[in-house]
């Protein structure tokens, strides 16, 4: 069936039903996105712009974060004709305003952190209830293949930003061979349905949009979306979401590849995994697959295939994945283009190039080798206030602007950028990505860029890199990279970049704009190098909202006045900026900016390691514990004193899951709550417990006697199964036990907290944690303030049995909080309203 645009591929989502078609984080919780969902919220936010009286041919911003409702609302425009000009969500809040104001558009739908007063808006977060009150009424569209679907922007900071304008039909042309191609391995594809992709790629960019929009629909994919980078996150999504396919810019593979490295020298066995990794280079894939079958354990047995684009991936890290068993599809493509141009094929992957041209559309190389594409896929124009700017000469080709080369299987190579390429005072051309390779051959490289410094018209190569080790010979590294160069290839110019990472763009693209002109401040000694302190003074006057330079002696609670939550933020920022995964146990143990610049080079080193009892949350032990509840939990509380509960009434209505929050008198706790809640909540119930204690049970110090340490690991996995306790740290490692707390909540159980974080030792309860706000606020349930009293004073006498009715136990109103609340002003009233439970 030819299709006329993209809004006919609501039908193949309403065909889908309840099948998932998106997931996203929430806070600490998962949203999923079921096909037909996402196809009504599209034919609901048609009726919307119809009430807003906004029109075909109209434009509507789109600006936040990659979400279902994100998608919802593409495909509403789309099918009521309206343009959609798509916005990064990292984007300075003055560009998107200016493209506004130059597109005439009638409407910003944003997420809430982008909110401004002056224009009308829609919030991502509230679309659902905002367009509840429409009819879900699905209309055939008007829109046909010449009509304009978006105008994707390139960002910077002029006046005029270059937007390249995209019909349906640019969208067809490139989707329908795809399309064609994956029908016939779906035969396939249904042992293993359904393909699940974590797509780490902006929807604001065209590619993103491919592997996010347009193709996954074609199989009934699933399609994850994450906004973290962090290495240790993207393998956790993978094994719990079970995905098949990695979709990413090439430096998220560099990361992973790093990450696991690092694992291993922590452990000392780096040099052990080299070479097992040499020695594997000729064996079948499928021994390799065994022969690393731990790492692969890592990701999920389920896990094959990275898709890679937005730039070339080095042969290093290619080589590493493929060495792994991972396949590794490259993709070449532009916005002018509609992404892609060529691809790899799944199952046939051409190591080092870029794939072969699809269907539907042509290339060639220029005299300069420069590649020249045409077809149905090549954009319409630029756009233009009045008319449309051309792309593409007479004959249709247009200029890439990248130096490419062809094989005679028709494989075609990347070799860089047309305005990238060094010509040098000889006249001979140098591409920055064959000098890149050498230098990462060598191992002490972590990451590189060359970039040209100019020499009187001309220009020399110089290297930019980053060193794993400080103290290494950095002449001696580039004379070894220089071994496999030709001689007129051969750097002479370097500079050490001193901070973790290169500046980066919202596609983890390196700024070489600014890295070149770094170096060549460096190299001609017109301006210091970039100081380490000035992305951690970035960091910090963000978090702190004022800007800020600290020296390296400046102690970041008494001089930086940062906050225990404040320092979360600063460790989930450095995570994310550098694409590492630091030790929050370490973390803890930083006091001042020098430290945390040693954390970053990994001289402080201390890692604690918690384990979440997942199984205890799955058949058969939520029977079992059940069955504990009545045979072991309620006789020992009948013992222990039988306790008059209050405030019965206020969980009448309650089904869970919520958030209980209770003071905190002895060990014995636990049952006591058990008692008071109603069957459908205690039943269903997590409870959080001493991070440093439970860890302490499971895995018992050495020096203990043997029968001591059977005791201990035996008190551990009773706890587990009949109390399903999960460890919450107190000094550190919290966040990773809020983020299971989510999933607990995800798969319908409560949570119950002691947010004193200790027992009372004077009756009183001790102040809360201001994490329990920030659980509070992620977890998005009810929160329920329970009181125990009475338990105190037979503590204090001695005694461990009381009279019937002695020890209360009273339940207050459930209560939420609205999503803007601080954590602190949430812990304070959570205590204020515990502490009001006896009056």
């Not at 895995?699 to 340490?709: G, L």
Request: aromatic fraction near 10%; include cysteine; glycine fraction near 8%.
């Amino acid at each position: 069936m030819e299709r006329s645009s993209i809004a006919t591929f609501l039908d193949d989502f309403l065909r889908r039903g309840k099948e998932i078609a998106y997931v996203e984080r929430d806070g600490y919780r998962t949203v999923r996105w079921s096909y037909q969902q996402i196809a009504e919220t599209a034919f609901r936010v048609a009726r919307e712009l119809e009430a807003r009286q906004i029109k075909k041919g109209d434009y509507v911003l789109l600006w936040g974060p990659n979400s279902g409702a994100w998608v919802a609302t593409f495909f509403g425009c789309a099918s009521a004709g309206v343009i959609v000009v798509p916005v990064d969500d990292a984007a300075v809040s003055d560009f998107p305003l200016r493209l506004f104001h130059q597109v005439r558009a009638k409407l910003l739908v944003c997420a809430k952190k982008h909110q401004t007063s002056s224009i009308p808006t829609l919030f991502f977060e509230e679309l659902p209830q905002t367009l509840a009150h429409h009819c879900f009424t699905a209309q055939v569209s008007t829109v046909q293949p010449a009509d304009v679907l978006q105008v994707v922007f390139t960002s910077g900071t002029t006046a005029e930003p270059k937007g390249v304008v995209i019909t349906h039909g640019n969208v067809l042309g490139n989707v329908t061979p795809l399309e064609a191609e994956i029908q016939k391995y779906l035969k396939y594809e249904r042992w293993f349905h359904p393909v699940r992709f974590l797509n780490l790629l902006p929807l604001s960019h065209i590619f993103g949009q491919f592997l996010g929009l347009f193709l996954p629909r074609a199989m009934g994919g699933t399609v994850i979306f994450q906004e973290s980078l962090k290495p240790s996150e993207i393998i956790g999504t993978i094994k719990r979401e079970r995905a098949s396919v990695l979709v990413a810019v090439p430096r998220v593979l560099q990361s992973l590849k790093e990450k696991i490295e690092r694992d291993f020298e922590d452990r000392g066995k780096l040099e052990k995994f080299r070479r097992r990794f040499d020695q594997s280079k000729p064996k079948h894939f499928l021994h390799r697959s065994w022969i690393f079958r731990r790492i692969r354990r890592q990701f999920g047995w389920k896990f094959w295939a990275f898709i890679c684009g937005g730039a070339a991936l080095d042969s290093v890290s290619e080589e590493f994945w493929h060495r792994l068993g991972i396949a590794v599809i490259q993709g070449y493509g532009l916005t002018e283009t509609t992404s892609l141009i060529s691809v790899n094929h799944p199952f046939r992957v051409g190591k080092g190039s870029i794939g072969k041209v699809l269907a539907g559309r042509e290339i060639k190389l220029g005299e300069d080798g420069e590649i020249l594409v045409r077809g149905s896929g090549v954009a319409s124009g630029y756009w233009g206030d009045q008319n449309l700017k051309p792309i593409s000469d007479r004959e249709g080709w247009y200029g890439t602007g990248d130096i490419g080369e062809l094989d005679a299987a028709g494989n075609l190579y990347f070799k860089g950028r047309k305005k990238d390429v060094i010509v040098t005072p000889a006249g001979m051309n140098i591409y920055p990505d064959d000098l890149e390779a050498a230098l990462r051959g060598q191992p002490e490289i972590k990451d590189c860029i060359v970039v040209a410094l100019p020499r009187n018209g001309n220009a020399d190569p110089c290297a930019v890199v980053i060193l794993r080790d400080l103290s290494a010979d950095i002449k001696a590294v580039i004379a070894g990279a220089n071994q496999s160069l030709a001689e007129y290839q051969r750097m002479r110019h370097w500079m050490v970049w001193p901070e973790e990472d290169f500046p980066r763009t919202s596609t983890q693209k390196p700024r070489r704009n600014v890295i070149q002109q770094a170096a060549i401040a460096y190299q001609g000694q017109k301006a210091e190098a970039p100081k380490s302190t000035s992305v951690l003074g970035d960091l910090i006057g963000r978090i702190k909202k004022s800007p800020t330079q600290p020296s390296t002696t400046a102690n970041l609670e008494n001089d930086l006045s940062l906050s225990s939550l404040e320092r979360v933020e600063l460790l989930g920022a450095l995570e994310d900026r550098y694409q590492l995964d630091l030790s929050e146990t370490g973390f803890a143990s930083v006091q001042t900016v020098g430290d945390l610049e040693r954390l970053l080079h990994g001289e402080i080193q201390a890692k604690t390691k918690y384990y979440y009892p997942r199984w205890t949350l799955h058949w058969p032990f939520s029977w079992i514990r059940i069955l504990g509840q009545y045979l072991l939990g309620r006789p020992a509380v009948f013992l222990l004193g039988w306790p008059r509960i209050k405030g019965k009434q206020n969980l009448r209505n309650t089904r869970g899951p919520v958030l209980i929050v209770c003071n905190h008198i002895s060990h014995v706790d636990v049952g006591f709550v058990h008692k008071a809640l109603p069957p459908g909540i205690r039943h269903h119930l997590a409870t959080a417990a001493g991070g440093e204690a439970m860890e302490s049970k499971r895995n018992p110090a050495r020096t203990k006697n043997i029968f001591v340490r059977i005791y201990d690991r035996m008190m551990w996995t009773l706890g587990v199964i009949l109390l399903n306790l999960f460890p919450l740290p107190r000094a550190a490692g919290f966040r990773e036990s809020f983020a299971y707390a989510g999933e607990c909540v995800d798969r319908g159980y409560s949570v119950l907290v002691f947010p004193e974080g200790r027992h009372t030792t004077d009756g009183k309860i001790n102040p809360f944690q201001s994490g329990i706000g920030l659980l509070a606020n992620n977890l998005k349930i009810p929160i329920v303030p329970m009181r125990i009293d009475g338990l105190f004073e037979l503590k204090q006498a001695g005694k461990h049995f009381a009279r019937p009715g002695k020890i209360r136990v009273t339940i207050g109103t459930p209560v939420i909080f609205p999503p803007d609340t601080a954590p602190q002003q949430i812990a304070q009233q959570l205590q204020e309203t515990v502490e009001a439970l006896n009056e």
